[in-house]
C-alpha cells in the first residue's frame, strides 16, 4: 500500500485519493485490484478506526462506513457493506456475516453446521436440500465532508458447497459456488471473481460514476 494520506482534500475538488473504508485486508486488496485503472491512489483506512456497522441493510452499513471515514480523514472514502445470504437459513447470516463467529475457519463451521442441520430437517419432511445462497455487496462512496456521492449493490447467486474448497479469496469464498463457472470464489482467480462476483459486479456499476467524478475523462492515466 502507498504511504500516509496527504493533507485533507476539497469537496468540490476531484478526488486523487481513495480511502477504502474498510480494515479487511483481502477487501482492500481487492479493491485495489478493481481500482487499478483509475487515477487515483488507494489507501486504508487508518488503523484503528472501527464504525459500527448499526445498520439494518447492506446499503445503510456502506453509507455508514463512507461517512465515517471520509470525515475522520478528510479524503474521499470508499465503502463496502457485503455479506452472505442463504435461504435456508431464512437469508442469514446477511448484515452479520462479518460477525457469524470470531474468524473465517470459525464461520464457515457455523455456516455448514446450521446449513447442515436445515438439510436434515428438510429432508425429514421429504423434501429436498435447499443450498442457494447470494452474495450481496452495497458499495458507498463519500466526499470529505461526508456526503454520500455514489450508491451501488450487486450480487452474485450461486451455492453453499457441503466442504470448502480452492485456497484463494477470503471469508466465505471457498464454500460459494458459481454454478456457471463449477468453482468456489477460493478457486478463481482475480480476474474471474472480478467479473462474476458480487463486489466485481458492484463496481462496474460504480466505475462510470468515478470517471464522471475525476471529469469523465477515461483516458486520464492513458487507459482505454
Known sequence: MPGPLQPPAEPGVAPTELVIASGNAGKIREFAHLLASLPLEVRPQPEGLEVEETGSTFAANARLKAEAVARVTGHWALADDSGLAVAALGGAPGVHSARYADSDPARIARLLRELGEADRKRRAQGLAPDRRASFVAALAVADPSGAIRLEVEGRCDGEILEAPRGSGGF?????????????????????????????????????????????????RNGSE
Open 171 to 219: 471469508g466465505y469464498d471457498p464454500v460459494f459456488l458459481v454454478p456457471e463457472t463449477g468453482l468456489s470464489y477460493a478457486e478463481m482467480d482475480k480476474g474471474l471473481k472480478g467479473r462474476l462476483g458480487h463486489r466485481g459486479r458492484a463496481f462496474a456499476r460504480l466505475e462510470p460514476g468515478l470517471w464522471e467524478l475525476l471529469g469523465g475523462d477515461r483516458n
